[in-house]
């Protein structure tokens, strides 16, 4: 058996505000470059405004219906104790809760074990353009 | 220390249709299996309309209540953009997103750190019956 | 490279009733005691009525928007099915699974790859005050 090893680096992904902005295909690229055939992936997002989540990529919709459910989760329009930094901030902050900031997915066979229609989303819950960093993290041989 | 090594598997489970189904069992034998005592056990499943949660495994009234209050979360008689593939598809999405597809578990002194009333589950959240699979990952020694 | 190894402790954390209790500093500073480079951290909640969540570690008015938000999603004032461990019991299953029992932060150039408003927080959903168990588990080198 090969011997274990690590490897780690940090994404910057621009985002264009609220959405989810996919990003399978830049961390399948990193993991290929670490020629692993089985091992730990961990994707983990450094904001507490922006979060992951593990989605259907085929129909672009769904997406949309997503925005829309965590919108009226944690609406705007609500008063919040914490609101000096826009009506948004709050509403984010609850949203990235929800949705989570740290992913393991396992390397098995040379390839992430995503299902056929799993994608990796970074997910923008403030109103404005933000650039955020995501770090991944692989162990295996 | 003994060598780091790792090992991994896919799980295949089938479902009734919505429900919780737990499968602590399933997981632990594959980990004893493994000989080892003490590493980082990933379970992670491979759909987007099925999910994995840690919860209370002694009241079956529990899991029947989580399963309410998803469905009261993500309603099906809500107008959703995506609703092609059935009126339960779209809330098995967000119902998926709400709960999380990754668990990491950590391996102490030969046992999951899993806690007295801790059971791992997958959650269906489709009408019909489904076979999903469950990737599992660890890396200990 | 040097040797990849692995260590783990549980943390016993106090909790007050309902509440955010952060936990950043005594994780980061079991994390430096390893005195690892690089790695995966895993924070593992044991169980079912508090949970763990990453979030703003700035302003206090946050947390208490958090808990006021849990506290509305998922209600002591609904009837729920399990009801005999006290009216706070069902809602705490549900907000535990809602946030989740597992984390997972990369360690990178010797610190957690937390960002810089980011914090670790115990969430404990129960009224009374209570002891709880926090597994840590790191792999790295």
Chains 1, 2, 3 share one sequence.
Do not use: K
Not at 12 to 27: F, N
């Amino acid at each position: 058996m090969a011997d274990l090893r690590q490897a780690s680096t940090v994404l910057r992904i621009a985002t264009p505000g609220q959405a989810l902005v996919e990003i399978t295909r830049d961390i399948a690229r990193w993991v290929a470059d670490q020629g692993m055939d089985e091992g730990l992936l961990t994707v983990f997002c450094r904001h507490t405004s922006a979060s992951l989540t593990i989605q259907e990529n085929a129909a672009p919709a769904v997406q949309r219906d997503l925005l829309d459910w965590l919108a009226r989760m944690a609406p705007e329009d609500h008063r919040y104790a914490h609101d000096d930094e826009g009506p948004d901030d709050m509403p984010a902050h609850i949203r990235a809760m929800l949705t989570g900031v740290s992913l393991t997915v396992p390397l098995i066979g040379g390839r992430l074990a995503l299902g056929t229609w799993q994608g990796i989303y970074l997910v923008e819950h403030r109103r404005a353009a933000h650039r955020r960093d995501v770090a991944l993290h692989i162990l295996g041989a």
